[in-house]
């Protein structure tokens, strides 16, 4: 089988670097053999200060260390197997995707997929007009001791993920770092939210959720110093608590993940629970917005 030839788009994120580990390092302890990034646009966002100000530095790294050919525009990455869109601005990646749909191959949108549902929505039906493979996840979904540590066969009552979530001035609040926990929310409880609600404290959000068969869905996110991510379960066995495991690099298993993706051109993210895990982001967000009424998902 030859090399797949993988471009990206974005390199204003440290997920760049990540997943260039896995993929163009063969003597890297998590190197992932038959793939490997050959081109990358940089770009950035004029209204985002965190990809301004980073969008040089992974460039360079991208250049140096790992042997990427760096182009001057999207449209000069046409012709490889498939892409990534890293760009750290949810709120570019509409247009940024109607470009690489036009390529006709598997496209790996990173976290968030969009910066709101209206978007999001739009990046699906583009897709499945062209005919496009797409998958976006977080990369806690996949994560050693968060993503994996469900019992076979255990029924899920209620599902609690928590972790760090910083509100940036120029982002919007929920979408930065509450995808993480909210992935981690969905990887155990599946989609069926019906409605959110948001509560906001010293340094900690709170968002439930309630799905349609009664289960409880909540992020816990604090921006008081906290920094690693984790699920709390409940379920017919007990009550499981399990946070990352710091031992494997957390892009790995998610890399591996996309990866098989690209070959297979399927999903391992059902497409319909992506989409409403943005609507659960939009939701919480209103449900802020409104000092803490309860926002149902049918309003979007």
Partial sequence: MSEMKIGMVGLDTSHVTGFA???NLPEHRFHLPG????????????LFSLSRSRVGQFTSELRGK????????????????????????GAQHLEQFRQLAEFGK??????????????????????REKGIP?????????????????????????AE????????????????YGIHTAEIVYRYLGRGCEEVRSISGSGIELVTGRWKDGRIGQITGNSVGSGNFGVLLVTGEGHRVSV?????PYMFPMAAAILEFFRSGVSPVDPAESLEIIAFLEAA????????????????
């Fill in 21 to 23: 580990d896995c993929f």
């Fill in 35 to 46: 793939a490997r990034i050959a081109k990358a646009f940089p770009g950035s966002s004029a």
């Fill in 66 to 89: 790992y042997g990427v050919g760096i182009a001057g525009s999207i449209e000069e990455l046409a012709g490889l197997d498939a892409y990534f869109l890293e760009s750290v601005d």
């Fill in 106 to 127: 598997p496209v790996f949108v990173d976290k968030p997929l969009a910066c709101s549902y209206a978007d999001a929505k739009a990046i699906f039906e583009l897709a």
């Fill in 134 to 158: 797409l998958m976006t996840a977080s990369s806690m979904r996949f994560a050693a001791g968060v993503g994996d540590v469900l019992p076979a066969g255990a029924a899920v009552f209620a």
């Fill in 161 to 176: 993920g928590f972790g760090p979530l910083a509100f940036l001035p120029d982002y919007r609040d929920y979408f930065w």
């Fill in 244 to 248: 990352q495991n710091a031992d494997i």
């Fill in 285 to 300: 967000s209103r449900s802020r917005a409104s000092g803490g009424k309860t926002v149902t998902l049918s309003e979007l």
